[in-house]
């Protein structure tokens, strides 16, 4: 009794769908933090990049003014027009610095008080100078302390180098807070990195063990294939080896019976019709007269038991077959050259001789002939089969063709044990059995028999 199948492992995707959804999550978390450090750094630099340029204006406008003062005093030192340039521009170019302190964002309203301050020191200012032009020395030049040119400009000074410091403050703790979002960016990608590359490792572990589970497994499925197939090789061969035996006894016992019958029952049928003719001689003519016609129809069914006989005999083992061969058993075949109801005719066509053949090969080639036409006469309603037999290289090719009905090979039918029969024959003799048929368009049943097996 074959052992029973083993039970195949099942690979665990459990695991492995887990490992796959941390590490998605882990990546998209890893993804989003880069993208908020990214967008923190632009930040960052964005912001920085506005309170430089706000203290690049705030150092412009103190420029701006101390060059129109400068070119002021040059001029009312020498009296020499070019040293006003500076003063002359200086309006157009403090006011585009104002407008763009103005648009600035700043943190708080002071801030922006502080800047129209600007503006108007700025005005004060320039109204001084242009006052000191228009007298052609400066008003306050012979004051200690400079005056309230001096003083404007020194207020100035402050307040431009106030929102400085104010600025650079907000420049620090930009810096130092992207300096603080930046170590924990870092911290957390370390984090997510070691975190990823963990759930690699663990991924690469659970598919080799998923990839040895599947080699397992594959391993398993071909040594049970081959188990299977072993054992199904070797229950075919049993059957193909009961198969033949039994083919072989019906033969041989079909054989048996034919001449049982025709040694044992046609010697009675025939000694029963001489002792009915001899009695039929040794009686008075008158008492004939009232007999005749039973002495007749006694004569009569002994003659039609014995045709019966000889034919019954023939079907079970055809004397042609094995006295005259199978070119002659097959002609012989069809009696009448009908095939069935349809009044159909059999058309033969076999060549005038053929080498010796093997009797198991001949009987098997004549069952095969036989089946066909009892198959034809049955259930093909044909009106023309044609029935061949020819060679074809180291081939002996059997072909049967109807015009009948056909079926189709593929159904799995039950009761196809004729050409389950026909095929067996064949395979007997390395031979093989083709069937061409469809539903509507005939049949052709080709058996092909090497002539190496009947040398």
Request: charged share 25%; aromatic share 4%; glycine share 6%.
């Amino acid at each position: 009794m074959p052992p029973a199948p083993s039970r195949l492992p099942t690979p665990r995707t459990g695991l492995l769908l887990v490992v796959l959804l941390l590490s998605f999550a882990l990546g998209s978390a890893w993804l989003v933090a880069g993208q908020w450090q990214s967008e923190s750094s632009r930040a960052a630099l964005e912001d920085l990049r506005a309170r430089t340029t706000r203290l690049h204006h705030l150092d412009t406008l103190l420029l701006q003014v101390l060059d129109a003062e400068s070119s002021v005093r040059g001029y009312l030192l020498t009296l020499n027009p070019g040293y006003l340039t500076p003063y002359q521009d200086g309006p157009q170019a403090l006011e585009r610095t104002l407008d763009a302190l103005r648009a600035d964002v700043w943190t708080s309203v002071d801030q922006r008080e502080a800047v129209e301050h600007l503006a108007l020191l700025v005005d004060m200012r320039w109204s001084l100078l242009s006052r000191a032009i228009e007298r052609g020395i400066p008003a306050d030049a012979d004051l200690p302390d400079g005056g309230p040119g001096k003083q404007v400009t020194d207020d100035l000074r402050t307040r431009i180098r106030a929102l400085r410091t104010q600025t650079q403050a907000e420049i620090d703790a930009t810096q130092d807070g992207a300096f603080e979002r930046f170590g924990d960016a870092r911290a957390m990608n370390r984090v997510l990195g070691a975190s990823v590359l963990a759930l690699l490792l663990v991924l690469v572990v659970v598919l080799y063990r998923q990839d040895r589970l599947r080699e397992h497994i594959a391993n398993l499925l071909r040594s049970e294939n081959d188990r299977l197939h072993t054992e199904v090789a070797h229950r075919t061969q049993a059957l193909s080896s009961l198969a033949t035996y039994l083919t072989n006894a019906r033969e041989a016992e079909q054989a048996r019976l034919a001449r049982e019958l025709h040694d044992e029952l046609g010697a009675l049928l025939t000694a029963a019709k001489l002792d009915a003719g001899w009695i039929a001689r040794k009686l008075p003519a008158e008492t004939m007269t009232a007999l005749r016609s039973r002495f007749d129809r006694l004569l009569d069914t002994l003659n039609q038991g014995i045709a019966l006989k000889r034919k019954v005999v023939a079907d079970l083992r055809p004397p042609l077959l094995s006295e005259l061969g199978l070119v002659e058993a097959l002609r012989a075949l069809p009696d009448s050259g009908d095939i069935g109801e349809h009044g159909g005719k059999l058309e033969i066509e076999l060549p005038d001789a053929l080498p010796e053949l093997p009797a198991q090969t001949a009987l098997a080639l004549y069952r095969i002939a036989q089946e066909a036409l009892t198959n034809v006469r049955r259930y093909a309603s044909a009106t023309r089969v044609q029935l061949r037999l020819h060679t074809e290289g180291d081939e002996l090719v059997l072909e049967i063709e109807d015009n009948g009905v056909g079926f189709d090979p593929s159904a799995r039918d039950h009761d196809r044990h004729g050409l389950a029969g026909m095929a067996h024959r064949v395979q007997m003799l390395a031979g093989r059995l083709d069937i061409d048929s469809r539903p509507g368009a005939g049949t052709r049943i080709s058996a092909r028999v090497p002539f190496a097996r009947m040398h």
